[in-house]
């Protein structure tokens, strides 16, 4: 322990021997390290954050989906720090006065990228910020620009989702009018040579598509005819069958005069419901009259026979099944036609058949096409008239840009007093090497175990009166100069406190 304690003497005695190297080098680390550190301009942050309220009622109604807002609104947060954006910065704030040319607008605007940051608190909530320290201006200066700077980002920003999204729904629109006025070209075109080669080729089939799908859907309607066909004919068998067994007439038991008053109040009503004498009806019932009145005049008073009424109504619809059987006939032997004339032509030009696809596949192409940009429009159309007569987008700002008043980098107290610190060590360092390096011995021990002889003994150093005053005016003047250096890093400690205190 004792050796220990005595390593640790001599080593601080070698310092001290060299004391006057280690002040050298510490006033020359820290005057430099000093003048490095007050070069370093101070740098202001200005923060501002903003509120996004999304619209979500009135979209929903009108067919646009409100996450289109929220992805233009994404969109610009990340296109905000472009460097088109950047350069609008520089051209609306003070930096526009330190620039010249368009070089070095776009150099300044890419040094601010990594100034200005916008982060995204929580949803719909950002915040804004933005250091600025120039050098070539004061701090009030760079504290005011800051501030300036926050502001003119949230104009862009709110810029760039109003007005952008206008002119953008605009261009939009105009794009697509130019593309729906081709496409209605193309598929007029298409449209004519399609019914040009239909009316050429394929005759009346139903239906629209290819030749295969309308000679598909004509077997089906005939199939349908068939079914129906086959009910008609066995319904008018079976009204036959019923007539058959059924008198037209029944017999009566009126006399003549009641038969003449019978048939006179049945054309007397017949005209009232607006019965001519040419309706076949009333000429029937004006010759039964007149029969009647004949056989009453020879005094005839027997019986008479009158139509019979179920027979009468089996009859109507006979007639009506009949006319439905012949008029399925009629449509079941056009179909028939149809499909042995698109077949035959089938068989004679097999080419008819793919060219009648082709056409078609290109109409349905086009055609698709052309509803798909008309639906495009029509959204586009709803969200430019939505960003323009509703606020489907509202930006409240809830914290303006804020005016810095003191500086966030550097901290210049933190780093004067590390310089001070190095500046010591340094200055200690020094001395202790080149007490390593000296080619003597401060002790006899040391200088024995060196040669490994043994030494007689040692002369001490015997100090004058005149000696002991030099070495005290000496230790006076090093004491003198470290307080110099505490003095002056203390002033410099004030000097950045006033100028901090300064800035409005």
Same mark, same amino acid.
């Given at each position: 322990?004792? $050796?220990?304690? !005595?390593?640790?003497? =001599? ?11 280690? =002040?050298? %080098? ?6 430099? *390290? ?9 740098? &202001? ?32 947060? /990340? ?81 760039? $989702? ?8 605009? !261009? ?6 130019? !593309? ?27 239906? %629209? *598509? ?13 199939? !349908? ?14 009204? @036959? ?14 006399? *003549? ?35 009647? +009145?004949?056989?009453?005049? /020879? ?8 139509? @019979? ?19 399925? #006939?009629?449509? +079941? ?62 930006? +409240? ?10 500086? %966030? ?13 190095? *500046? ?14 000296? #080619?003597? &011995? ?31 005016? +000496? @230790? ?12 002056? &890093?203390?002033?410099? =400690? ?11």
């Amino acid at each position: 322990m004792g $050796n220990i304690y !005595q390593e640790i003497l =001599l080593l601080l005695h070698g310092v001290w021997r060299r004391r006057w190297l280690a =002040l050298a %080098v510490t006033w020359a680390v820290c005057l430099v *390290g000093w003048v490095v550190v007050s070069m370093i301009p101070n740098r &202001y942050e200005s923060q501002a954050r903003i509120f996004v309220q999304m619209q979500t009622l009135l979209p929903d109604k009108i067919g646009v989906a409100p996450n289109s807002r929220q992805r233009d609104v994404d969109r610009v947060k /990340r296109t905000l720090t472009s460097t088109v954006n950047l350069e609008k910065v520089v051209r609306g704030t003070d930096l526009r006065n330190t620039v010249s040319t368009n070089e070095e607008v776009a150099g300044l605007a890419s040094g601010l990228r990594n100034s200005i940051k916008i982060v995204e608190q929580q949803e719909n909530l950002f915040e804004i910020s933005a250091r600025v320290g120039l050098g070539g201006m004061s701090d009030a200066e760079n504290s005011k620009l800051s501030k300036a700077i926050v502001q003119k980002m949230i104009d862009i920003f709110v810029e760039d $989702n109003l007005s952008g999204d206008r002119q953008e729904t605009s !261009q939009s629109l105009k794009f697509l009018d130019q !593309q729906i006025a081709q496409k209605e070209e193309q598929l007029r075109a298409s449209e004519a040579r399609r019914v040009e080669f239909e009316r050429n080729s394929l005759g009346l089939l139903p239906g %629209v *598509g290819s030749v295969q799908t309308r000679m598909e859907s004509a077997r089906s309607e005939l199939n !349908q005819i068939d079914s129906s066909l086959m009910a008609a004919q066995g319904s008018l068998a079976a009204i @036959n069958g019923q007539m058959g067994g059924i008198a037209p007439s029944v017999a009566g038991a009126n006399t *003549g005069d009641g038969r003449v008053a019978a048939l006179e109040g049945q054309i007397a009503d017949a005209q009232s419901r607006g019965w001519t004498d040419s309706h076949p009806d009333m000429q029937a019932l004006k010759a039964q009259l007149a029969r009647a +009145r004949a056989a009453a005049s /020879r005094g005839g008073g027997g019986g008479y026979a009158s139509p @019979n009424p179920a027979f009468t109504s089996l009859r109507a619809m006979a007639a009506e099944k009949q006319a439905t059987v012949a008029a399925l #006939s009629a449509r +079941r032997a056009q179909l028939q036609a149809e499909l042995g004339q698109i077949s035959a032509r089938q068989i004679e030009q097999p080419g008819v058949a793919a060219e009648q696809d082709r056409l078609t596949r290109d109409y349905e192409a086009v055609k698709i096409q052309y509803d798909k940009l008309l639906a495009d429009r029509e959204e586009i159309r709803l969200q430019g008239q939505l960003a323009s007569s509703t606020d489907a987008v509202i930006f +409240r700002v809830l914290d303006p840009p804020s005016s810095p008043r003191n500086a %966030v980098t550097p901290d210049r107290p933190m780093l004067m007093t590390g310089v001070l610190v190095v *500046g010591l060590l340094a200055g200690i360092g020094s001395a202790f090497a080149l007490s390593q390096l000296q #080619s003597g &011995y401060p002790t006899v021990q040391k200088l024995a175990q060196a040669t490994g002889l043994p030494v007689i003994g040692a002369i001490s150093q015997v100090a004058t009166p005149a000696a002991k005053q030099v070495a005290k005016r +000496r @230790n006076k003047l090093f004491a003198g100069s470290l307080a110099a250096l505490g003095g002056l &890093y203390a002033l410099l =400690l004030v000097v950045d406190m006033i100028q901090r205190s300064g800035v409005a």
